[in-house]
């Protein structure tokens, strides 16, 4: 049985972008990064702020989300751990385009970005694994337009209950009943208030496809919910 690697190798292994490395690579790429810890609900950086690096999260989960001028939040996407989070601006040296927040504790490594880009010049497989995830980041975003385009809240709410219970099956847990945050949290992951989405909610339990439990909903018929997420306005 080999040795048991470094915890920030093993925890560098995890993710996507770096695991084509070999030890040698990541035990350099540790040396690089530094821990970090954040509170739940503490906000890792802000939409326009310079990009010093990229965060790769370890442990925890976070919203990235935008602010309109109103103050109304926007919900761009929920991201799990083993995860990086903020890749795009370390290409273009823009600003960081969104904001993000811890869900609940999270752990990560900050990486550099001036670092980061002598990892893709020493590793090209890096560089590739970057554009992968900048594929699945461009893509998660025409989905999330053509939501907000082309669905109304109806059809978004059913939509994130399916998600959240696909994500409930990959981790093990039985996808039929989900733990949800509270009502204002789903309406902040869909860009609208928590009245439009509690009546919703209502709805759906009155035509038997939910049943609506304290900080729970349970999935009576997932088939309904999938033909409510497809219908068109």
């Known amino acids: 049985m080999s040795a048991a690697l470094p915890a920030p190798i093993a925890q560098l292994r995890r993710l996507p972008l770096f695991a084509p490395l070999d030890e040698a690579a ?12 954040y509170a739940a609900g503490e906000v890792l950086f802000h939409a326009g702020d310079p990009c010093a690096g990229v965060h790769l999260l370890t442990a925890g989960a976070v919203r990235i989300f935008k602010l309109s001028a109103a103050g109304r939040e926007l919900t761009l996407h929920l991201q799990e751990a083993p995860a990086t989070v903020a890749e795009v601006p370390l290409a273009d040296g823009g600003p960081y385009p969104a904001s993000v927040r811890a869900v609940g504790e999270v752990a990560a490594l900050f990486l550099r970005r001036e670092d980061f880009l002598a990892v893709c010049l020493e590793h090209p497989q890096v560089a590739l694994a970057a554009l992968r995830v900048f594929g699945q980041r461009l893509r998660g975003l025409v989905e999330l337009l053509e939501a907000v385009t082309f669905g109304g809240v109806r059809q978004r709410l059913a939509r994130l209950l399916l998600d959240q219970a696909q994500r409930s099956r990959q981790h093990g847990q039985p996808g039929s009943r989900l733990e949800v945050g509270s009502q204002q949290q789903l309406a902040l992951e869909l860009g609208t208030v928590r009245e439009v989405v509690a009546r ?3 709805r759906f339990q009155a035509e038997g496809l939910i049943r609506i439990q304290p900080r729970a909903i349970e999935m009576l018929d997932s088939d309904g919910l999938r033909r409510e997420a497809e219908a068109e306005l």
């Not at 990541?26 to 810890?37: C, G, K, Y």
């Open 26 to 37: 990541l035990a350099a790429l540790a040396r690089r990064t530094s821990p970090r810890a």
């Open 200 to 202: 919703n909610l209502s």
